[in-house]
């Protein structure tokens, strides 16, 4: 804007036809440009100013020239009476808050949230000016669609409507478990399925597979669940299970005529030594092999496959010499008595060397050895893996 003479230039400033500031300048002054700010929460659809000067046309006594009007705005969601956020598709999940951004405008704006169609809460919001407000759902609220109607008598503004919730998993009829392969045999102590059965009853059948890798699998213990609340149900097996301890891959599958959840299977398992048809026991002792033993007695602990036998030959090597060797007929498991050694075995470094052609466990070895200056027998156990791996034998 430009004004010359003297006098004051007037603007009235307009909003949906509502003077709500006026601006005055005093003449003269040369081309400028002005910035003036509207008077806060100031809203509406139209904005436009009219410029008043105080001199006349033939003088150009007060006259001024206008160049442009700059009017800066902040785009704002439109006054409803009533309003209706997006239908937000989640899958099934657990929702536990609303967090509502409205500016009521001085009303009282009612808030009905619907979770899969169904009223859950009805929430209530006053005041004049926007804010954030949180309100909690009703507990244990889940769901895998929700969804806020507001209404008022006055207009509101709606600027954004947001859902806090943790994923749940769905609701299903039947549920299998991805299969669980183990790197040996184990005993499964206990099956710990995680299970919310909303209301119904639900049968879980626990399957190995005994096939040794071919796919089929057996059913060693059926149970119902029931409960309307998640929970963590605790299952022993059965004595008559005894085939589980030969599975090396196992899973679970649950089904029922009333939709229920599936959050997590485990299993309380304890690894049995590796089932392979050589084993080779070192035996190392405090300090090194610095001094020589001679050994006495040897023992075993060795189990074969399930309902079978295993005929291992053990082969003791002392000093990279073989001093001793024996046939053992392992049925089930056996835990021997002491084995004598041939006489005079005397040696720094001893190693057991245990074969067959049939795959069978080894529990542990024991040597047990004379040495200089130690009264008595020394025993020195190696257990197989992966029952323990100690490093530092």
């Known amino acids: 804007m430009e004004a010359f003479g003297t006098g004051t230039i007037t603007g009235l400033v307009y909003v949906d036809d509502v003077v709500v500031m006026t601006q005055t300048m005093i003449a003269p002054f040369g081309r400028e440009t002005f910035i003036k700010s509207f008077p806060p929460e100031t809203y509406g659809y139209l904005s436009y100013?009219?410029?008043?000067?105080?001199?006349?046309?033939?003088s150009y006594t007060g006259s001024?020239?206008?160049?442009?009007?700059?009017?800066?705005?902040?785009?704002?969601?439109?006054?409803?009476?009533?309003?209706?956020?997006?239908?937000?598709?989640?899958?099934?999940?657990?929702?536990?808050?609303?967090?509502?951004?409205?500016?009521?405008?001085?009303?009282?704006?009612?808030?009905?949230?619907?979770?899969?169609?169904?009223?859950?809460?009805?929430?209530?919001?006053?005041?004049?000016?926007?804010?954030?407000?949180?309100?909690?759902?009703?507990?244990?609220?889940?769901?895998?669609?929700?969804?806020?109607?507001?209404?008022?008598?006055?207009?509101?503004?709606?600027?954004?409507?947001?859902?806090?919730?943790?994923?749940?998993?769905?609701?299903?009829?039947?549920?299998?478990t991805p299969v669980q392969p183990i790197p040996s045999e184990n005993y499964c102590k206990t099956w710990l399925p995680e299970l919310n059965c909303l209301g119904g009853?639900?049968?879980?059948?626990?399957?190995?597979?005994?096939?040794?890798?071919?796919?089929?699998?057996?059913?060693?213990?059926?149970n119902t669940f029931t409960g309307t609340i998640r929970n963590i149900y605790e299952v022993g097996y059965a004595d008559n299970t005894e085939q589980l301890q030969t599975g090396k891959t196992i899973k679970a599958t649950y089904s029922s005529t009333t939709?229920?959840?599936?959050?997590?299977?485990?299993?309380?398992?304890?690894?049995?030594?590796?089932?392979?048809?050589?084993?080779?026991?070192?035996?190392?002792?405090?300090?090194g092999a610095d001094e020589m033993d001679l050994g006495r007695f040897f023992k075993y602990d060795l189990e074969a496959p399930l309902s079978g036998t295993a005929t291992v030959t053990?082969?003791?090597?002392?000093?990279?010499?073989t001093v001793a060797t024996n046939t053992l007929t392992v049925v089930g498991r056996v835990m021997s008595d002491p084995v004598p050694f041939p006489p005079g075995c005397r040696g720094y470094l001893w190693q057991?060397?245990?074969?067959?052609?049939?795959?069978?466990?080894?529990?542990s070895t024991t040597l047990q050895s004379e040495r200089i200056g130690v009264k008595g027998l020394t025993n020195i156990k190696v257990n197989g893996t992966p029952v323990q791996q100690d490093k530092t034998r």
């Open 49 to 58: 100013t009219v410029w008043n000067g105080p001199g006349t046309q033939g």
């Open 64 to 176: 001024f020239k206008h160049y442009k009007t700059y009017t800066r705005v902040r785009r704002e969601p439109d006054r409803v009476l009533n309003f209706v956020t997006d239908k937000k598709v989640t899958g099934e999940h657990w929702y536990q808050q609303v967090l509502t951004d409205v500016n009521p405008l001085g009303g009282t704006v009612t808030g009905i949230v619907y979770v899969n169609g169904v009223v859950t809460s009805t929430i209530t919001l006053s005041g004049n000016f926007r804010q954030e407000r949180p309100f909690a759902l009703p507990s244990e609220t889940y769901g895998t669609v929700i969804w806020v109607y507001y209404s008022s008598s006055t207009p509101f503004k709606h600027y954004n409507t947001e859902f806090k919730s943790v994923p749940e998993p769905e609701r299903v009829l039947f549920y299998e």
């Open 201 to 222: 009853t639900v049968t879980g059948t626990a399957l190995v597979e005994l096939s040794n890798g071919i796919g089929t699998y057996t059913a060693v213990l059926t």
């Open 259 to 287: 939709p229920f959840k599936h959050y997590k299977t485990d299993f309380e398992l304890e690894p049995k030594p590796f089932g392979k048809t050589s084993w080779f026991m070192y035996f190392t002792k405090i300090g």
């Open 314 to 321: 053990s082969y003791w090597d002392v000093d990279e010499i």
């Open 352 to 363: 057991q060397r245990l074969l067959s052609t049939t795959p069978f466990q080894t529990w």
